[in-house]
């Protein structure tokens, strides 16, 4: 799956897409991928404050727990409510319909510093030669 | 998200067929110091695998198992008796060619591990135990039989073990042997070629509550892969996949089948974990029993039950559980969404006033507590067939 250009990429395996001072936030192809088939989300509520690093969710597998990072701070202006009902829309679509929250930025400079799709690919290719060595 | 353990890079052990589990793609995991597929993205992964093994059939490398033969020397029934002294099933019960489940205790009737004890000849037996526990299970046994009459060898790296799991299991194996497979009952074994090696140990036995086998062979990979491709390739038309330890984990939980420092381990005792049918306390003496003797099944403090979430959120190991009142009561062993049943299901301790079917109870989900209610276990039970014959006509 393509790593959508316009994003921004975490460490932890979150995209940003920020559109109008208002981030999109969602995990990616590859930690789908990771996690197996997702069976339940558990999403902040619509107002809730993110501090950057902090988690603010959480993503189960059958085998395994995930807490999601806040990739910048802001407030929760959406959420994807769809994924309470059909968490498999993270492993079908997670860069699309697999959104999770909307977040209005506390501050949209904080962005730049996370990778872009590039370096987020070379990221996830060096990973993946850790795991085989 | 934090990352799912991949591998890590320190002197974890492999299987035979860990080449060929890479080549296929599999997720690798660290379970009990060993590089073991936990999934296969290549066979649907977790949830489907669980599938194939529950409707058709599915293929697990189970060679990290450890594998222990006890056998007589000079005095009849030498091995019988230092196998009667360490196991807590009664080993004179087996026919040759018969297995059973059994456990290992310390003498305060906690358990050492759990095993499946096998009766290969006349005092002739062999014991199939944990990954984790291999090295303590085989001190363990050298130490407690020492004064009998027999030899212990560890022939845990000798085998590659497969196991073939899932109603279309017999027809599977069928193609790949000259033994009559539809004669050997469940919990019993034959010995038969398999893929053309001569004289393999062939088990009616699985961890997944469903019918299957458990095959041993020649632990070389050139061998270990042969055979595991040539089963793919009999199962194909039945829709076989590989399946790692995740659906192994769901399949048996699913079952209520113990896994060792889940539902068992040092500090469990027999009672407790409600194994008292496996453990022949009228056999004669063997580790355990005085301290079990004097517990009484009847005074236990905690006892296992089946929960399942009545409300969101899954109860997985470790997860605190409360009474309604918001006293701590006990803690679960496993849980994990059941891909049978699309329910949430967990094992738990309680003490046994919670033990009733229906009783409710809270389980600690991160920061909240969500109600789950007692049910009747095993949470899945396979229906029994008219006869073995019949099972390939359906």
Redesign the interface.
Known sequence: MAYPANFRYTKEHEWVNVEGGVATIGITDYAQSELGDVVFVELPKVGAKLETGRSFGNIESVKAVSEIYAPAAGEVSATNDELTKTPELLNSDPHGKGWMVKVKLANAAEINSLMDAAAYEAFIAEKGKEASA | ????N??A?TELRKTPLNALH?KLGA??VNFGGWDMP??Y?SSG???AEHKAVRNGVGIFDVSHMGDIRIHGEKTAGGALAAVQHISMNDASKLSIGQAHYSAMLYPQGTFVDDVIVHRLGEDDYLLVINAGTREKDIDWVRQNTSGFDCVVEDLSDAYTQLAIQGPRAAEVLQKLTDAGLSAVKNYWFTHGSVCGLPNRLIARTGYTGEDGFEIYIPGDTATSERVWNAVIEAGKEFGIVPCGL?AR??LRLESKMALYEHEISDSINVWEAGLDRYCKMEKGDFIGRAALAKASSSEVKRTLVGLETIE???A?DGYKVFDCAGEEIGVVTSG??S?TLSKNIALAYVPPAFAEIGTIVCVEV?SQRIKAQVVPTPFYKRAKKASPQAAGTA
């Open positions: 998200m934090d990352s799912v991949s591998a890079k890479r997720k690798m936990v999934e993205p992964g977790l949830i995740g984990n769901t969101r959120g899954i997985r994990s969404p891909p991160r």
